[in-house]
């Protein structure tokens, strides 16, 4: 359910952006209006859906993340100058957004509960507290070349053997995971890259006010969090082709 998420959390961006679309378009005529009323509610129930979908997968993270990058992409709209779009069009949205997840929270009130109540003490927090430890003793012990691309899990049964097979699990931080299999130089080298990217990014995609980019930019920033706690963008080849996919949307060349 957790890579799942993320393919959710690029959806409902994307669902936004054509929301938003459609609302700036509404009015223009009659018959472009009943459109893009039909288009709306379509668009809406869909929006709908996707958060339903997001939170039956009862990530933590996932919701978490999506919910703070949602807030901060609707601020980044309403309070930027440099985006042309007319503000009540997006407060209306913000609007409809939060009433979803507020009635959605309010019928999986009782998991939400149970999910959050004792989260410290939980056991899959403490097992990945316990894999991010492996992943640190991986880097002391080789912090130059690592133990391997792909070797966590070998060297993590060489160190602790008398576990049982489901729990030989990668380290649910990425960075560290990275640092651990390939060295501390291919982690930061990454890293540089992330936080160069994400400079220019935000420089030129926010100041260009193109809703759609800046849509992508807040997936790619939800999914820079989302990094931290688990593994997929690394370890699964849907997480890997989803990541890179938003970067390579987000560095095409403007026409």
């Given at each position: ?11 409902l961006f994307l ?62 709209l309403i309070f ?176």
């Amino acid at each position: 359910p957790n890579i799942f998420a993320a393919f959710l959390i690029f959806a409902l961006f994307l669902t936004y952006f054509a929301i938003l679309k459609n609302a700036s378009r509404i009015g223009q005529n009659k018959a472009k209006s009943v459109i893009g009323q039909a288009k709306y509610v379509i668009e809406v129930g869909l929006l709908f859906l996707l958060s339903l979908g997001l939170m039956l997968t009862f990530s933590r993270s996932a919701i978490a993340i999506f919910s703070i990058s949602s807030l901060m992409f609707f601020a980044t709209l309403i309070f930027s100058k440099t985006i042309i779009i007319e503000k009540i069009k997006v407060v209306r949205i913000f609007i409809v957004t939060i009433l979803i997840f507020i009635s959605l929270g309010f019928v999986f009130r009782n998991e939400i509960i149970f999910r959050t109540s004792n989260i410290l003490s939980d056991q899959s927090v403490s097992q990945r507290f316990f894999y991010n430890e492996v992943a640190i003793n991986q880097i002391l012990s080789s912090p130059i070349l690592g133990v391997g691309m792909g070797n966590f899990i070998v060297d993590f049964n060489t160190r602790h053997s008398n576990l049982a097979v489901w729990q030989y699990q990668p380290s649910h931080n990425l960075f560290l995971l990275i640092a651990a299999e390939i060295g501390v130089l291919g982690a930061l080298l990454l890293i540089i890259f992330i936080i160069q990217n994400l400079h220019r990014l935000i420089r030129n995609k926010i100041n260009s006010g193109d809703i759609f980019t800046i849509s992508i930019l807040f997936v790619f920033f939800s999914y820079l969090i989302l990094a931290n706690f688990d593994h997929y963008f690394w370890t699964i080849q849907q997480g890997q082709v989803l990541f890179w996919l938003v970067v390579g949307i987000l560095n095409q060349k403007e026409n």
